[in-house]
T-cell receptor, first 114, second 114 residues
Framework: KAGVTQTPRYLIKTRGQQVTLSCSPISGHRSVSWYQQTPGQGLQFLFEYFSETQRNKGNFPGRFSGRQFSNSRSEMNVSTLELGDSALYLC?????????????FGPGTRLLVL | AQSVTQPDIHITVSEGASLELRCNYSYGATPYLFWYVQSPGQGLQLLLKYFSGDTLVQGIKGFEAEFKRSQSSFNLRKPSVHWSDAAEYFCAVGAEAAGNKLTFGGGTRVLVKP
């Protein structure tokens, strides 16, 4: 079974631009969560989507948004990029929203903002 | 709110020696506890998880962890380390009401000496 895929794997943007990252979950998984990983702040939860609905949101500004499509694929968007948005963005998928379910992480998208 | 502390940022261990990584959590109710491993350039892989029952949990790659409610700890152990265990290890806590949202510790980077 194919794992979680994230595209693109690497991205370079400049301040003020916007970016869209994509995550394709494991087949049959309906929950997708997004995390930001930086050396300074570590791994921080961005949001979770299940059946096209945002179920949970972390403490990030409104510039960070996401959505989920009917095939469970998810995208996150960051508008008006800042230098501090440089990070590894990880998505994880699971079958349901129950915390007992194993979450499978993708390899991440590394975003560099110049 | 949940929080996780991993007191050791770096640990160096000789190949074949035992390894113990510390994790302390803060959460009012019974937590859902996880250990993940991240190799360079990779996403996170689940090593083991604890929800209830036996407080000693066995995971993949020969790892085990013990939940100690009185100490709010969930330490990870491996009796004999292999060079391939060099990676960063993250402890995380979830909660029933939080869906798939995980709160991660800062991570412990493990270096294995030959």
């Amino acid at each position: 079974k194919a794992g979680v895929t994230q595209t693109p794997r690497y991205l370079i943007k400049t301040r003020g631009q916007q970016v869209t990252l994509s995550c394709s979950p494991i087949s049959g998984h309906r929950s997708v969560s997004w995390y930001q990983q930086t050396p300074g702040q570590g791994l921080q939860f961005l949001f979770e989507y299940f059946s096209e609905t945002q179920r949970n949101k972390g403490n990030f500004p409104g510039r960070f948004s996401g959505r989920q499509f009917s095939n469970s694929r998810s995208e996150m968007n960051v508008s008006t990029l800042e230098l501090g948005d440089s990070a590894l963005y990880l998505c994880a998928s699971s079958r349901t929203t129950a915390p007992q379910e194993t979450q499978y992480f993708g390899p991440g998208t590394r975003l560099l903002v110049l | 709110a949940q929080s996780v502390t991993q007191p050791d940022i770096h640990i160096t261990v000789s190949e074949g020696a035992s390894l113990e990584l510390r994790c302390n959590y803060s959460y009012g109710a019974t937590p859902y506890l996880f250990w993940y491993v991240q190799s360079p350039g990779q996403g996170l892989q689940l090593l083991l998880k604890y929800f209830s029952g036996d407080t000693l949990v066995q995971g993949i790659k020969g790892f085990e962890a013990e939940f100690k409610r009185s100490q709010s700890s969930f330490n990870l152990r491996k009796p004999s380390v292999h060079w391939s265990d060099a990676a960063e290890y993250f402890c995380a806590v979830g909660a029933e009401a939080a869906g798939n949202k995980l709160t991660f510790g800062g991570g412990t980077r493990v270096l294995v000496k030959p």
